[in-house]
């Protein structure tokens, strides 16, 4: 059994294994060499071959004991019929909707044909991929989806009237498809699953139980029916005070840390409920300053089950020789 799915399932191990959220990105020149084939990002997140590839090149250079399946979280709108364009120096734009109109069709629809794609290139990867590595499979939360789909890209504007009928609907519609998706990725190879909840820490508290966590249970729980023993790995932004409730209520979850949670805070408070992840802050592997940072995240949470990992995901600035560095360094940790 790969090492990191062993630690997710609660086994401790040294040095703990590693991987880095966006590890397949532009940080990397044979990233950046592919990616400029493709003028059209969602067509590039569709692409079989494309995708296998990059998603390789992580792993060929520096080794990390898990893969990500390159794609993107917006491939569920894209699919459900909200265009999604990536704009240089902007980042993605979704196009405006009917949402009565929308959701009546992306209610009847079923995302699995459209998604073939991704799944074809999970099956790939999973095959040139050595036996001891993990394949993670990943989707956004129904509610940091949702905060794209609704506000055309710029998450964060005009939360402040946010239309709650509206976000209901949505976050109902999206997370069965979100589901679907999931399932259908542990099917062509995955054997870890991430859940990425980027804009939790919009949520006011009166609606965190609807808009977050609801929709989390219900997630876990309709992967669980099928894969009782799948790792699931939820990262929530600036979210992390409220992991003891959600392991209390979801048995096994896994939590990934962001570079704001103090170790010393998870490994008292978190680790003795579930296996976490994290947290190197990226900008200190951008600046190189990241040992004495690195070396306490290794003393403080390696005692328990523990995946090294960013806080967030690698920034495209980042110079190659650090990240070897850090690999060095998480390696001969003992």
């Known amino acids: 059994m790969p090492a990191l799915r062993k630690v997710l399932q609660g086994e401790q191990g040294l040095p703990p294994p590693l991987w880095i959220m966006r590890q397949a990105g532009r ?21 079989p071959e494309a995708l296998t590839t990059v998603t390789l090149q992580p792993i060929d250079r ?9 794609c993107d979280i917006l491939i569920i709108p894209h699919v459900l ?3 999604v ?10 196009a405006k909707v009917d949402w009565p109109a929308f959701l009546e069709f992306a209610n009847k629809k079923t995302v699995l044909s459209f998604l073939e794609p991704v799944f074809k290139a ?21 509610w940091t989806i949702a905060c794209y789909m609704m506000q055309g890209g710029k998450v964060g504007l005009g939360l402040a009237d946010l239309d709650h009928d509206l976000t209901r609907s949505l976050i109902q519609t999206l997370q069965q498809h979100l589901v679907d998706f999931l399932l259908g990725q542990i099917q062509a190879g995955c054997d870890v ?9 919009l949520v006011e508290p009166e609606n965190q139980s609807e808009y977050l966590w609801q929709p989390l249970f219900f997630i876990c729980n309709a992967i669980r029916k099928v894969h009782p023993q799948i790792p699931i790995i939820y990262y929530g932004r600036e979210v992390s005070q409220f992991y003891p409730y959600l392991a209390s209520h979801v048995k096994d979850l896994c939590f990934g840390l962001d570079q704001y949670t103090d170790p010393t805070w ?3 408070v978190v680790q003795p409920l579930a296996p976490v992840q994290g947290n190197l802050d990226p900008l200190l592997l951008v600046d190189g300053t990241f040992e004495k940072a690195t ?13 090294f990992n960013l806080g967030h995901g690698i920034l495209p600035q980042t110079p190659l020789d650090h990240v070897y560095r850090l690999v060095e360094q998480v390696r001969t940790f003992k």
């Open 27 to 47: 940080y990397l020149p044979e990233y950046r060499d592919i990616r400029k084939k493709f003028p059209d990002f969602m067509e590039f997140c569709l692409t």
């Open 122 to 142: 999970i099956s790939s990867t999973r095959q040139a991929l050595p036996s001891h590595k993990s394949l993670i499979g990943f989707c956004g939360s129904p």
């Open 85 to 94: 364009q990536f704009i240089e120096g902007e980042g993605p734009r979704l």
């Open 193 to 201: 699953i991430q859940i990425f909840d980027s804009w939790a820490v």
């Open 62 to 70: 520096f080794d990390f004991d898990a893969a990500i399946i390159f």
């Open 266 to 268: 998870a490994a008292d």
């Open 81 to 83: 019929g909200q265009t």
């Open 295 to 307: 070396d306490n995240i290794l003393k403080t949470l390696s005692a328990e089950p523990f995946v």
